[in-house]
């Protein structure tokens, strides 16, 4: 004899019914949390029917949420919202990056350390590109043209003077160079005879260091950083390039300059060294 199926009611009660019909008696469950199951007798099929929205959900017990930010303004904002008095920030400065820790333990207090937020400093394009000429010749036309494009960033020498340099340098393309001399302003003068024109000689005179301005991050205040010419005379074809003085004092001064600012702005400590 079949038995009713209990606790049927509304959409579950619908299935129930049509289940009956159909192969044979279901029975409808309902757990403690308030999950409704329809069961049914051949082959131990069951399905959920639990109407939408009326079970409990579990709240996490802990803030399990690792963020990573864009900005250093992003890092603030992020840290004030959320920090408490166990909070502490990780300032890794051979990686350019900065890790919130939101809640960090105690001293006598444990904690699982899940909710962080990091910031991993990217480069300004500028950085990037002096960075990846630095150390490097290049034959004089390159360097011309390099000089030209990345004008902007060089502070010193004017940029009149500089502009006649890059000219003189695309001008004496078949030239013979012979000799560098060293002159009393401290500049570089390149001999070279030019067999085209009637053997003339003369002189190339270039820079021996450049005062550069660019910011080392992305959206920082441009900082100085020094540029020394390099060169080499390789049968009589002239290679040129430069060599940035202390760059990596001057990134990580930089870097030290933000991990400065992020504290004063969140007050929250931090301690140079990486979280595991």
């Known amino acids: 004899m079949a038995k009713e199926p209990i606790n049927t ?10 289940a009956v019909r159909a192969q044979g008696v279901p029975s409808i469950i309902k757990t403690d949390d308030g999950q409704v199951f329809l069961l049914h007798p051949a082959g131990y099929d069951y399905v959920e029917v639990t109407p939408d929205n009326s079970v409990p959900v579990l709240q996490p017990k802990i803030i399990d949420q690792a963020v990573t930010l864009q900005n250093v303004d992003a890092l603030v904002a992020y840290v004030e919202r959320f920090k408490g008095e166990a909070s502490l920030m990780f300032a890794d400065i051979e990686a350019s990056r900065i890790v919130a820790a939101i809640d960090y333990h105690g001293k006598d207090e444990p904690s699982l350390v899940k909710h962080r937020g990091t910031l991993a400093l990217p480069f300004s394009e500028e950085w990037k590109i002096w ?3 630095d150390g490097k010749l290049q034959q004089q036309l390159d360097f011309a043209r390099f000089i030209e494009e990345n004008n902007p960033d060089i502070s010193a020498p004017p940029a009149a003077d500089l502009l006649e340099a890059v000219r003189d340098l695309q001008a004496r393309r078949q030239v013979n160079f012979i000799k560098a001399v060293r002159t009393s302003s401290d500049n570089e003068n390149f001999e070279f005879s030019d067999e085209t024109e009637a053997r003339t000689r003369g002189g190339l005179e270039l820079p021996t ?5 660019l910011p080392v991050y992305f959206g920082e205040p441009p900082t100085e950083i020094r540029a020394f010419l390099r060169w080499r005379l390789d049968e009589g074809k002239l290679w040129l390039g430069i060599k940035l003085h202390r760059a990596e004092h001057v990134r990580q001064a930089a870097f030290r300059q933000i991990v400065t600012s992020v504290v004063e702005r969140t007050g929250v400590d ?6 595991g």
């Open 131 to 133: 960075r990846e000429l």
């Open 9 to 18: 009611t509304g959409e579950a009660a619908t299935i129930a019914d049509l």
């Open 270 to 275: 931090v301690i140079f060294g990486k979280i």
């Open 209 to 213: 260091q450049f005062v550069l301005h």
